[in-house]
C-alpha cells in the first residue's frame, strides 16, 4: 500500500538554527501535502497546504518565512524550520493525497523536534 | 466554519470493559468526509476509518464500532471488550470533498486509557 516516509523522526537542534524535515511519497505521486504541527496534549493544527510546483498556502498565524516549505517534486515536500527557538519544539506530521484520489490521505510517521 | 468536537478529554476504564469515544462535527458542506486515527505514544497516526456522508451504515471492524448519525452530526466510536493495547489517544477528523485539497480538521482527541 501507499506509505509516506518522514525523515527525521527525531532531532535536537541548538537555538538559532535551522533545520529541515523531510516528507516522501514512497510509491505513489502527491500533488499536495499537508503539514501539521501537534504541541503535547493538543490535537493536530494545519500549517500549510504544499502544492508541487508552486507556493504553499499557509494557515494564519503561521510564519512563512520561519516554516519554508518546498514542494519541488511530485514525491518530496520539505519543511524547514529557521531560526529555531525553543518554542519550535513541536511535534511535525505530513500527510500526502494521492494523485486523482480527493481524500485519499496518507500520513507519515511524523519528526519530533526539540529546539535546545 | 468547520469544527470537530470530542467533548471527553480522557476516559479510563478497566480491561474488557466496552467504551464510547464520541465525536460532533460541524459542517455546511453537502459532501463530506469523517476519519477516526488512534495515535499511540510513539506519535505517528493510525488510519482507523474513513466514512463519507453518503454512507450512515454503521461499520464494524473487530471489536471497533462506528455509528454514523446525519442527524446529530456525529460519529462515534466503540471498543468493544477493551485491552490494554487500545490505551491512546484517539482522533476524529473532518474533510470536506468539494473545495478542500483534502486538508483534516481534528478535534482535540480522547485520551483513552485501559487499566489491566
Known amino acids: 500500500g501507499a506509505v509516506v516516509s518522514q525523515h527525521p523522526s527525531w532531532v535536537i537542534c541548538k537555538s538559532g538554527t535551522s533545520v529541515k524535515i523531510e516528507c516522501r511519497s514512497l510509491?505513489?505521486?502527491?500533488?499536495?501535502m499537508f503539514w501539521y504541527r501537534q504541541f503535547p496534549k493538543q490535537s493536530l493544527m494545519l500549517m500549510a497546504t504544499?502544492?508541487?510546483?508552486?507556493?504553499?498556502?499557509?494557515e494564519q498565524g503561521v510564519e512563512k518565512d520561519k516554516f519554508l516549505i518546498n514542494h519541488a517534486s511530485l514525491t518530496l515536500s520539505t519543511l524547514t524550520v529557521t531560526s529555531a527557538h525553543p518554542e519550535d519544539s513541536s511535534f511535525y506530521i505530513c500527510?500526502?493525497?494521492?494523485?486523482?484520489?480527493?481524500?485519499?490521505?496518507?500520513f507519515g510517521e511524523g519528526s519530533w523536534l526539540t529546539v535546545v | 466554519a468547520q469544527k470537530v468536537t470530542q467533548a471527553q478529554t480522557e476516559i479510563s476504564v478497566v480491561e474488557k470493559e466496552d467504551v464510547t469515544l464520541d465525536c460532533v462535527y460541524e459542517?455546511?458542506?453537502?459532501?463530506?468526509?469523517l476519519f477516526w486515527y488512534k495515535q499511540p505514544p510513539s506519535g505517528e497516526l493510525v488510519f482507523l476509518i474513513r466514512?463519507?456522508?453518503?454512507?450512515?451504515q454503521n461499520e464494524i471492524s473487530g471489536r471497533y464500532s462506528w455509528n454514523f448519525q446525519k442527524s446529530t452530526s456525529s460519529f462515534n466510536f466503540t471498543i468493544t471488550a477493551s485491552q490494554v493495547v487500545d490505551s491512546a489517544v484517539y482522533f476524529c477528523?473532518?474533510?470536506?470533498?468539494?473545495?478542500?485539497?483534502?486538508?483534516?480538521?481534528f478535534g482535540k482527541g480522547t485520551k483513552l486509557s485501559v487499566k489491566p
Open positions: 500527510s500526502a493525497r494521492l494523485q486523482g484520489m480527493l481524500n485519499t490521505i496518507y
Open positions: 510509491d505513489f505521486q502527491a500533488t499536495t
Open positions: 504544499s502544492n508541487e510546483g508552486s507556493k504553499a498556502t499557509y
Open positions: 459542517t455546511r458542506d453537502t459532501t463530506y468526509y
Open positions: 466514512r463519507n456522508s453518503f454512507d450512515e
Open positions: 477528523a473532518l474533510a470536506n470533498y468539494g473545495g478542500s485539497q483534502g486538508n483534516l480538521i
